[in-house]
């Protein structure tokens, strides 16, 4: 058992509802005991520390659990994440009455390493600080602004198409040097979903799942 999931009851008892909640949206999706205790463990102790990661959590349970297990819980589990979502978003919503909002929309970069090669959607941002470039990823999230609580409802990453980021660079130098467009290269097709596509479905997607909630404004 691990040491933090019965510090806080609380916590048991989210969990517990969480899966009660998840079953209700598909009788096929649950979490076993293992996952469970897991996810508790991993709640308590980002509430604990103030912070996500792994080699922390192995810290403060004295090294008896590795950090490697708890990421390979992650990694690997077989657990419905976007449902599990959903289902804490509904606890929220029914738990505090819910029946009206505003939805805010933003998006951030999350600066990273120059060197990094692993992490998903990472690209070439330009750094509002400096003035100069950075490698960052671009989060847009979506926000849920009431009269009680303000929640978080979703997030997608936003990733440019490369060979349109280097056919408008060359668009744009061509049309400064007086070329026609009808001789410039063609715009290809965008392989990824700008901005605006990405708000517009994280907005789709929390009516399709809250169709009687109404939204204010967004």
Excluded at 42 to 69: D, P
Excluded at 86 to 95: F, G, Q
Excluded at 98 to 127: F, I, M, P, Y
Aim: glycine share 6%; hydrophobic share 40%.
């Amino acid at each position: 058992m691990l040491p933090l999931f019965n510090a806080f009851y609380f916590v048991v008892i989210y969990v517990n509802d969480l899966v009660a909640q998840l079953k209700l949206l598909n009788s096929g999706a649950s979490l076993s005991r293992t996952q469970k205790i897991w996810l508790g463990f991993v709640l308590s102790a980002i509430i604990v520390s103030n912070t996500i990661c792994w080699s922390v959590f192995e810290r403060m349970c004295n090294g008896r659990h590795k950090s490697t297990k708890f990421l390979g819980m992650f990694r690997r589990g077989i657990i419905c994440w976007d449902k599990l979502m959903i289902a804490s978003i509904k606890l929220v919503v029914t738990r505090y009455h819910l029946k009206e909002g505003v939805l805010l929309l933003d998006d951030s970069d999350k600066s990273r390493s120059k060197n990094v090669k692993k992490l998903h959607a990472t690209h070439k941002v330009k750094d509002k600080r400096t003035g100069g470039y950075s490698i960052a990823q671009n989060v847009m999230f979506l926000v849920l602004v009431t009269d009680r609580v303000t929640i978080p409802l979703g997030f997608a990453f936003y990733e440019p198409d490369a060979d349109w980021v280097l056919w408008r660079k060359e668009d744009r130098k061509l049309k400064k040097a007086g070329v026609a467009k009808k001789d410039r290269p063609k715009e290809p097709e965008k392989k990824t979903k700008n901005k605006r596509e990405i708000a517009v479905g994280l907005v789709k997607s929390f009516k399709e799942h809250f169709p009687d909630f109404k939204i204010r404004s967004v």
